[in-house]
Protein backbone atom coordinates (compact mmCIF):
# COMPACT_ATOMS: atom_id res chain seq x y z
CA UNK A 1 0.00 0.00 0.00
CA UNK A 2 1.15 3.33 -1.00
CA UNK A 3 0.24 6.77 -0.59
CA UNK A 4 1.84 9.35 -2.36
CA UNK A 5 1.49 13.23 -1.61
CA UNK A 6 2.34 16.08 -3.70
CA UNK A 7 1.66 19.97 -4.84
CA UNK A 8 2.68 21.62 -1.24
CA UNK A 9 4.88 24.91 -2.08
CA UNK A 10 5.35 28.34 -0.92
CA UNK A 11 2.57 30.86 -1.61
CA UNK A 12 0.55 34.06 -0.43
CA UNK A 13 -2.08 34.54 1.42
CA UNK A 14 -4.97 34.63 -0.59
CA UNK A 15 -3.28 32.38 -2.95
CA UNK A 16 -4.52 28.49 -4.07
CA UNK A 17 -2.74 25.56 -3.94
CA UNK A 18 -3.97 22.00 -5.00
CA UNK A 19 -2.29 18.72 -3.50
CA UNK A 20 -2.51 15.67 -4.77
CA UNK A 21 -2.54 11.95 -3.06
CA UNK A 22 -1.83 8.97 -5.61
CA UNK A 23 -2.82 5.82 -4.16
CA UNK A 24 -1.77 2.35 -5.05
CA UNK A 25 -1.98 -1.34 -3.68
CA UNK A 26 -5.48 -1.89 -2.49
CA UNK A 27 -8.78 -0.39 -2.44
CA UNK A 28 -10.01 1.95 0.01
CA UNK A 29 -13.17 3.12 1.31
CA UNK A 30 -11.80 6.75 1.94
CA UNK A 31 -8.92 8.63 1.86
CA UNK A 32 -8.32 11.96 4.27
CA UNK A 33 -5.66 14.66 4.50
CA UNK A 34 -4.55 16.36 7.32
CA UNK A 35 -2.45 18.49 8.72
CA UNK A 36 -0.04 19.37 11.44
CA UNK A 37 1.58 23.03 12.36
CA UNK A 38 4.65 22.81 14.43
CA UNK A 39 4.13 22.21 18.04
CA UNK A 40 0.52 21.08 17.31
CA UNK A 41 -1.08 17.84 16.61
CA UNK A 42 -2.34 16.26 13.59
CA UNK A 43 -5.33 17.75 12.80
CA UNK A 44 -8.38 16.54 10.45
CA UNK A 45 -8.87 18.50 7.05
CA UNK A 46 -10.71 16.62 4.53
CA UNK A 47 -12.13 13.09 3.82
CA UNK A 48 -13.72 11.67 0.87
CA UNK A 49 -15.53 8.26 0.07
CA UNK A 50 -14.00 6.37 -2.92
CA UNK A 51 -17.19 5.11 -4.55
CA UNK A 52 -19.90 7.70 -3.70
CA UNK A 53 -17.72 10.91 -3.45
CA UNK A 54 -19.11 11.71 -0.06
CA UNK A 55 -17.22 15.00 1.21
CA UNK A 56 -16.33 15.59 5.00
CA UNK A 57 -14.60 18.72 6.04
CA UNK A 58 -13.37 20.51 9.07
CA UNK A 59 -14.77 23.88 9.89
CA UNK A 60 -11.52 25.99 9.82
CA UNK A 61 -11.34 24.85 5.44
CA UNK A 62 -15.16 24.53 4.93
CA UNK A 63 -16.02 26.78 1.86
CA UNK A 64 -12.51 27.62 1.15
CA UNK A 65 -11.06 23.42 0.11
CA UNK A 66 -12.75 21.28 -1.98
CA UNK A 67 -11.93 17.10 -1.68
CA UNK A 68 -11.81 15.64 -4.73
CA UNK A 69 -11.22 12.09 -5.99
CA UNK A 70 -10.60 10.35 -9.79
CA UNK A 71 -10.74 6.98 -9.39
CA UNK A 72 -9.58 6.72 -12.87
CA UNK A 73 -6.18 7.84 -11.63
CA UNK A 74 -6.55 6.55 -7.99
CA UNK A 75 -5.89 10.48 -7.31
CA UNK A 76 -7.56 12.41 -4.54
CA UNK A 77 -7.15 16.21 -4.55
CA UNK A 78 -7.19 18.72 -1.95
CA UNK A 79 -7.73 22.00 -3.81
CA UNK A 80 -6.84 25.31 -0.94
CA UNK A 81 -8.62 28.07 -1.92
CA UNK A 82 -8.17 31.91 -0.44
CA UNK A 83 -4.99 30.32 1.53
CA UNK A 84 -3.98 31.86 5.13
CA UNK A 85 -1.01 31.47 7.22
CA UNK A 86 -2.29 29.86 9.53
CA UNK A 87 -3.04 27.21 6.94
CA UNK A 88 1.07 26.41 6.74
CA UNK A 89 1.63 22.83 8.27
CA UNK A 90 2.56 19.59 6.66
CA UNK A 91 -0.44 17.83 4.73
CA UNK A 92 -0.41 14.26 4.89
CA UNK A 93 -3.33 12.08 3.06
CA UNK A 94 -4.07 8.44 4.61
CA UNK A 95 -6.61 6.15 3.66
CA UNK A 96 -9.91 4.79 5.56
CA UNK A 97 -10.60 1.28 5.40
CA UNK A 98 -14.01 1.29 7.10
CA UNK A 99 -17.73 3.06 6.59
CA UNK A 100 -18.44 4.64 9.55
CA UNK A 101 -18.61 8.56 8.88
CA UNK A 102 -18.32 9.54 12.18
CA UNK A 103 -15.00 7.96 12.03
CA UNK A 104 -12.97 9.84 9.12
CA UNK A 105 -12.28 12.59 10.80
CA UNK A 106 -10.11 10.96 13.74
CA UNK A 107 -6.86 10.11 12.56
CA UNK A 108 -7.13 6.81 14.64
CA UNK A 109 -8.87 4.77 12.45
CA UNK A 110 -6.26 5.65 9.00
CA UNK A 111 -4.94 2.33 8.37
CA UNK A 112 -2.22 3.85 5.85
CA UNK A 113 -0.36 7.06 5.79
CA UNK A 114 1.89 9.00 2.71
CA UNK A 115 4.54 11.25 3.68
CA UNK A 116 3.60 14.68 4.33
CA UNK A 117 4.23 17.97 1.88
CA UNK A 118 4.78 21.57 2.87
CA UNK A 119 2.17 23.99 2.82
CA UNK A 120 3.36 27.52 3.67
CA UNK A 121 1.37 30.97 3.48
CA UNK A 122 3.03 33.97 3.97
CA UNK A 123 1.14 36.94 4.93
Known amino acids: VQLQASGGGLVQAGDSLRLSCAAS??????VGWFRQAPGTELDFVAA????????YYSDSVKGRFTISRDNAKNTVYLQMNSLKPEDTAVYYC???????????????????WGQGTQVTVSS
Open 94 to 112: AAHLGHYSSTYYNKVYYSY
Open 25 to 30: GRTFNA
Open 48 to 55: VTWSGGST
